[in-house]
């Protein structure tokens, strides 16, 4: 567990320091995913404790954004501002980008003539 | 007053980061009790009932957002780490991935750019500033991703972090009336455009309605943070030039 703690870490720090250094245009934690990525694929698969790591970090995932979601105190007078604006991107936006993306791999599936999932 | 034992406790406890990161984890234990007792239905999103209960916390004790998040500074450190853990739902279904290549391509640059393009577009048309504008543009994507593209572009990122965290609470309460309404049934497709648009908070929705839905929801969020990451900053750039 402890080593698989540090692999994610330490992909991070490297994706980080690469990001800060050459100016890349990806966040850091994006590079240290594809390192990651890399590092899976040269070594052939994902031993028992970095699945479990992974696992235990993406299960309670919506937890993460809490402290984020909680910054909306800090916002309060700019959001009630421009209320109209925000309400309707997040709102209209959202929706019109889960029809689109849904819609879009609906129609190139049954282009492609294959089935999206093993019971669909 | 501050003789008081109970005032005194609380000066020493508000001090630490103890308190509000306990406290963090506390209000989302019972945001997901109250999201199991309303019978997982969507309109009881748990981030939605967490951030709330500590909203109303943090008004009632007059307490600034700074010392809330010098405690929960420690759960928000963790969305780096979760992201990097990404690879490995990428790497368990490279499978899938290789046989669905052309449709999930085709919704990737499909999500992508609606969920950019709609954002500044309805933002504009209702009069939102430049500033905001840039924060909302990449509120499909992962905090930390989302963050770290409206910083390099000039927006706020701690804005983007309330709009991201929005958007992912919209698509996880909407998502599943909305693809009832347009026929759509499989739960690949279904994850897939979740995952894409509301990035961790539907991904978490979508594992609580099926493993396959939550798969590619994983699988959707890790693709777009990346073809985010890569597209987003150089059109943006470029729009922002000839236009805005």
């Known amino acids: 567990m402890l080593e698989a703690l540090t692999l994610i870490l330490v992909c991070q720090l490297v994706g980080e320091v690469s990001v800060l250094i050459t100016g890349l245009p990806v966040p850091g934690p994006v590079l240290g995913m594809l390192l990651l990525l890399a590092w899976l694929f040269l070594r052939g698969g994902v031993p028992e404790s970095v699945g479990r790591a992974a696992d235990a970090l993406l299960a309670h995932l919506s937890l993460l954004f809490v402290p984020a979601g909680v910054g909306v105190l800090v916002h309060w007078e700019r959001m009630r501002g421009q209320w109209a604006a925000i309400a309707a991107a997040l709102v209209l936006g959202t929706l019109i980008t889960l029809a689109v993306t849904a819609l879009t791999m609906k129609a190139v599936t049954r282009l492609t003539g294959r089935g999206g999932s093993d019971n669909g | ?244």
């Open chain 2, 1 to 244: 007053m501050a003789d008081d034992p109970f005032t005194t406790l609380w000066v020493y406890l508000a001090a630490s980061p103890l308190l509000w990161l306990s406290l963090t984890l506390v209000c989302y234990l019972i945001a997901l009790r109250i999201y199991r007792l309303g019978g997982e239905s969507p309109w009881f999103n748990p981030v939605a009932i967490a951030v709330a209960l500590l909203i109303g916390l943090l008004l009632l004790t007059d307490t600034p957002y700074q010392t809330y998040f010098d405690g929960a500074q420690f759960v928000h450190f963790l969305l780096g780490p979760a992201t990097v853990s990404l690879a490995i739902p990428l790497y368990r279904e490279r499978h899938r991935l290789q046989r669905l290549a052309l449709p999930i391509v085709a919704a990737l640059l499909a999500a992508v750019l609606t969920a950019a393009s709609s954002a500044i577009g309805l933002g504009a048309l209702l009069g939102a500033s430049t500033e905001t504008l840039i924060s909302l543009a990449p509120k499909s994507v992962t905090a930390p991703v989302a963050m770290g593209i409206s910083e390099k572009l000039g927006g706020l990122p701690s804005l983007t972090a309330v709009l991201v965290v929005s958007t992912g609470i919209v698509g996880a309460v909407l998502g599943t009336g909305l693809f009832r309404l347009l026929g759509i049934r499989d739960d690949a497709i279904k994850g897939f455009a979740l995952g894409a648009t509301s990035h961790g908070i539907g991904t978490a929705r979508a594992f609580q309605v099926s493993p396959v839905m939550g798969a590619f929801a994983g699988l959707a969020m890790a693709l777009s943070a990346l073809v985010t990451a890569l597209l987003l900053p150089p059109l943006l750039a470029r729009f922002m030039a000839s236009g805005g």
